[in-house]
């Protein structure tokens, strides 16, 4: 804490992962011996840089630009890009360090990181965004490639942005190379990307609750957050027969109690890029509640958080599991609070943690590298089960490791030990480094 002052969601990431190897520890105590530990908990490169651009009235303004490159001992960097004014150093870090496990759980070969900025994309005008990205782009990519370091999106960075800063990229570098995933279909984009992580979600809680003789044909299902994650996890949840009666934004949630209707939602935040009250306007019968954190007060039987981080308290999981939430799936990276996790995990609520549950974005970029290097795209069917492919995969190998660490049913325990176990046997193999 000495080291890294100020960084409370950094420390909060790093506990959780530490306790949770200490079964794996008394076994292999040579990763103490190693250092790994003390290494695994520094980045390997951290850069943080000025970005300068000019609003619509001519002003110049100035934001703050991280990079953060975690951990490459699995291969080249990997991780979002986050444009939110909450961005700080320490929310990178905390975001970097979960993505070094998580893309090791993907069984694909890609390393940790994470950037983005304090920028807020609300409210500016398409040049701006523009202006914005291209101004990011001229200091990020003296550090990215495509064998050094991959970005993606994350909140606040979507195809548009994507889009806009590889232009950037394209035109300094003078190379057209899978350099930023998430891309436009006409310009080295993979099929399924955009749905990748909402779908990726539905499909390891679906393996976790087939576990257990249940599914989600049925359920009712609340989901937070109505962005990329929130919007493709609604639509495979549906697919499946589940009814999702609730979805959120920072200002408010909407309850509709024959079922969110998600073309509106899609029309609203990916097209008009409005707030999700609107929703109410088109279908006057649904209700809007001002504050998003109420939304887990509408009863459930499987809760989806896909916003942001400490999203979900130990109050609101107490809420839930008082009205019978049986299954928790993390789609955004560490919705629920330290707290919350304990009421879920004392109450026996099925519960998949973040960097297993919502992995499946990073891994299909993960096959859109390998498109890239290949010069080939699949189609939506091979992308898309390939992904589920990997998403059942990972939901045996964290159920079996935690099974065999002696905290069966711990999903937690178990992605971080066998996320971990790669990555550390990788760093002992190739030295002090
Ligand atoms: P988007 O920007 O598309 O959507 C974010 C959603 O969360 C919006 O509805 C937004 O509401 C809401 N939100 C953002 N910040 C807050 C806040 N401080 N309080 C309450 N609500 C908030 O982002 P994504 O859907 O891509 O990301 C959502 C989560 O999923 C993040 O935790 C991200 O790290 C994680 N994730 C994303 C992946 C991806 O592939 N996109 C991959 C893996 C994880 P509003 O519009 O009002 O800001």
Redesign the pocket.
Known sequence: IARNPGEPEFHQAVKEVLESLKPLLQVRPEYQNAGILERIVEPERQIIFRVPWVDDQGRVQVNRGFRVEFNSAIGPYKG?L?F?P?VNLGIIKF?GFEQIFKNSLTGTPIGGGKGGSDFDP?GKSDGEIMRFCQSFMTELYRHIGPDTDVP?????V?AREIGYMFGQYKRIRNAFEGVLTGKGLTYGGSLVRKE??GYGLIYLVEEMLRDKQKGFDGATVVI???????IYAAEKAMQLGAKVVAM????GYVYDSEGIKLDTVKRI?EIERK?IKEYVNIHPKAEYHEG?SGIWSVPCDIALP????N?LDGEAAKILVKNGCFAVGE???M?STPEAIEVFMNNKVLFAP?KAA?AG??ATSSLEMTQNSMRLPWSFEEVDSKLRNIMVNIYKSISETAKEYGCEGNLVAGANIAGFVKVADAMLAQGVV
């Open positions: 979002g986050r939110h909450s975001l609300k993606a999106g994350d909140i606040g979507g990748a992580t937070s957050g109505s962005g990329n994650v929130a959120s934004d920072s200002n935040k707030r998003c896909c916003a942001t981080q999203e789609g955004a990276n919705p973040a919502n974005g990073v």
